[in-house]
């Protein structure tokens, strides 16, 4: 069974502070690996994609991946009350288009 | 960027109709649709993946001829839940898959389904 684990949270942050996400997963030979955010009620919307170890950044957000490991991390530099959602970690299976989703982190950033 | 759009964006029906929700890339093609199912405080579930001009390939446990779905052009993919129950109550999302040397998936805004 190919599973992506996420800590359900809240993942509570001050406002202005760096909230860091998690995520593992099980399937060795997944190459792409995405955040989604989702606000309550509405679809997810694409964050980041990685696809090679290391950090990826764009904005305040910064992707981290590591192979070996099987993990994928994203940091939210200086989290604004707007930031406060459910991130969504989703993993690309082997030779599969499908993406397989962890069930999410809830982060609340205070003002 | 990638649009997609859904419609209807919720709808209510008796127990025992059927109801059709449409999934459209607005400004790119997309040969490969899925469709998703999310229950309240639970993650994406995949229920099936539409391919253009061939039959859809559904995830196990969900019954293909509960959840008919068509893939009739390059912009536009259909799922019909036949004789809904309240039991089918959920938020179903399309995401379509983007072209080119990316496989991002872009998802449609979602359709809240409510069977009386």
């Known amino acids: 069974q190919k599973e992506v684990e996420q800590n359900s949270g809240p993942l509570s942050v001050p406002e202005g502070a760096i909230a860091s996400l998690n995520c593992t997963y099980s399937?060795?030979?997944?190459?792409?690996f995405f955040w989604y955010r989702q606000y309550s009620g509405k679809s997810p919307e694409l964050i980041m994609s990685i696809y090679s170890n290391g950090d990826k950044e764009d904005g305040r957000f910064t992707a981290q991946l590591n192979k070996a490991s099987q993990y994928v991390s994203l940091l939210i530099r200086d989290s604004q009350p707007s930031d406060s959602a459910t991130y969504l970690c989703a993993v690309e299976g082997y030779g599969s288009y499908k993406l397989i989703f962890g069930s999410g982190t809830r982060l609340l950033v205070r003002p | 960027g990638a649009v997609v759009s859904q419609h209807p964006s919720w709808v209510i029906c008796k127990s025992g109709t059927s109801v059709k929700i449409e999934c459209r890339s607005l400004?790119?093609?997309?040969?490969?649709m899925f469709w998703y199912r999310q229950f309240p405080k639970q993650s994406l579930m995949l229920m099936a993946t539409?391919?253009?001009?061939?039959?859809?390939?559904?995830e196990q446990g969900v019954e293909k001829d509960k959840f008919l779905i068509n893939h009739a052009s390059l912009t536009l993919s259909t799922l019909t839940v036949t004789s809904a129950h309240p039991e089918d109550s959920s938020f179903y999302i399309c995401s379509a898959l983007s072209g080119g040397s990316t496989d991002t998936q872009y998802f449609g805004p979602g359709t809240r389904l409510t069977v009386l």
């Open positions: 399937d060795r030979g997944s190459q792409s």
């Open positions: 400004d790119f093609q997309a040969t490969t």
């Open positions: 539409s391919n253009e001009g061939s039959k859809a390939t559904y």
